[in-house]
């Protein structure tokens, strides 16, 4: 009996404080309008820098309870923590058949999951996946470049009538200055990204309107409202910070994941299963085992 009123009452607190945490999370960036961020050369402000998310939205950008990873012998390293969550309200607006497939999606995702095969990750996951990335402006451009799969796009500052020429995996970015806050749209994403690794989805109809605003020299705001009238039924808003990387000598690094995938994707096309990097983890074999020797 003590027991079990003990595991109810921390479940009960937990559930506050999660609660709580949450209602702080979402809340509107108004009150901390009045930072100006210093100005680049042609006066707009300078949000130049290398960022990252800290959290685990890249899991799930529904609050979350911790669970279980894909791999057992990581134990507690590999397993996915809790998260409270960046979605406004706290649930997406899923159409039923559309909150289906993401269910559907959540129970196989290993084997969906784009970015597990190196994809590029799309909009606005990118932004919050656990790699920094950098911005540079220009007058015309905005650059983003990726440390995850060494995504990249560019973002037309002084073309608001440029059409897409075709769906890309990073969107057609189009943007403009509201006051101190640079706004993006993105539209013709393919339908193949997901917005975390729970099966969160869109289709290829999906409009992220991005807005980042400096909240202090070393922070940015970041929301990003989604249309989709396809897969869900109102249009819905994200919002997380972002953190300046301030190492004295921060940079991106490279992360070219493709050869970490190879296996995954192409492993059952080896006519030789025992050079397969499990085998060599047993200790039968070393790194070069999976790479051919020419004939002398």
Not at 225 to 233: K, S, V
Not at 244 to 271: D, S, T
């Amino acid at each position: 009996m003590g027991n079990r009123l003990r595991t109810t009452m921390i479940a009960g607190v937990t559930a506050l404080v999660m609660a709580i945490g949450f209602s702080f999370a979402v809340q509107p960036v108004e009150g901390q309008q009045g930072y100006r961020a210093e100005r680049t050369a042609d006066g707009k402000p300078d949000l130049n820098g290398i960022w990252q998310a800290l959290g685990s939205a890249h899991h799930d950008i529904e609050p979350h309870a911790a669970r279980f990873g894909p791999v057992v012998e990581m134990a507690a390293l590999g397993a996915i923590s809790g998260g409270l969550g960046i979605v406004e309200g706290g649930e997406i607006p899923y159409r039923p058949e559309a909150r289906a497939k993401q269910q559907e999606n959540l129970e196989f995702w290993l084997d969906r999951d784009p970015a597990v095969k190196c994809y590029m990750p799309g909009v606005p996951r990118a932004n919050y996946m656990p790699y920094p990335f950098q911005l540079v402006q220009t007058p015309e451009y905005a650059l983003f470049a990726y440390e995850f799969a060494s995504a990249s796009r560019i973002v037309y500052m002084d073309r608001p009538d440029f059409e897409a020429p075709v769906d890309s995996w990073m969107g057609h970015n189009i943007g403009r200055w509201e006051g101190e806050t640079l706004v993006i749209d993105v539209t013709a994403q393919v339908p193949d990204t997901w917005l975390d690794s729970s099966g969160n989805h869109h289709s290829v109809n999906m409009h992220v309107e991005e807005r980042y605003t400096a909240l202090s020299e070393n922070h940015l705001m970041y929301e990003a409202t989604i249309t989709d009238p396809e897969t869900f039924t109102r249009p819905w808003t994200i919002r997380m910070p972002l953190y300046r990387r301030i190492e004295e000598n921060a940079q991106l690094l490279e992360y070219k994941c493709v050869e970490f995938a190879e296996e995954l994707m192409y492993g059952h096309l080896r006519k030789d299963p025992d050079l397969t990097p499990s085998y060599r983890a047993s200790g039968h074999g070393s790194s070069r085992d999976s790479i051919p020797v020419p004939p002398q």
